[in-house]
Nanobody
Framework: QVQLVESGGGLVEAGGSLRLSCAAS????????MAWYRQAPGKERELVAL???????DYADSVKGRFTISRDNVENRVYLQMNSLKHEDTAVYYC?????????WGQGTQVTVSS
């Protein structure tokens, strides 16, 4: 009943920028906690950025100052603006929402940063 559709991934050079977006059906982002996770091959899935309904945010230490999570309540989307990308940011990025105590995940979008 909750479906997350992601877009914006791709291949960029180190130092470049990407903006990921996630659109939801069956969930209103403005009243739920939202987050972006990422997972590189052979590594554990990692929390990248979190946005609570009250507006507070948390970021992984590795992306602070470079990534920004935000939402558009009118279009019901959540974004991850990624600047100054590094090769170490290469991973599959997943949109996440927690609703009624249950987790919902997007399909993932590949971000590849060349050296």
């Amino acid at each position: 009943q909750v479906q997350l559709v992601e877009s914006g991934g791709g291949l960029v050079e180190a130092g470049g920028s990407l903006r990921l977006s996630c659109a939801a059906s069956g969930s209103r982002f403005s009243i739920n906690t939202m987050a972006w996770y990422r997972q590189a091959p052979g590594k554990e899935r990692e929390l990248v950025a979190l946005l609570r309904s009250i507006g507070s945010t948390d970021y992984a230490d590795s992306v602070k100052g470079r990534f920004t999570i935000s939402r558009d309540n009118v279009e019901n989307r959540v974004y991850l603006q990624m600047n100054s990308l590094k090769h170490e940011d290469t991973a599959v990025y997943y949109c996440y929402v927690n609703q009624l105590g249950l987790p919902y995940w997007g399909q993932g979008t590949q971000v590849t940063v060349s050296s």
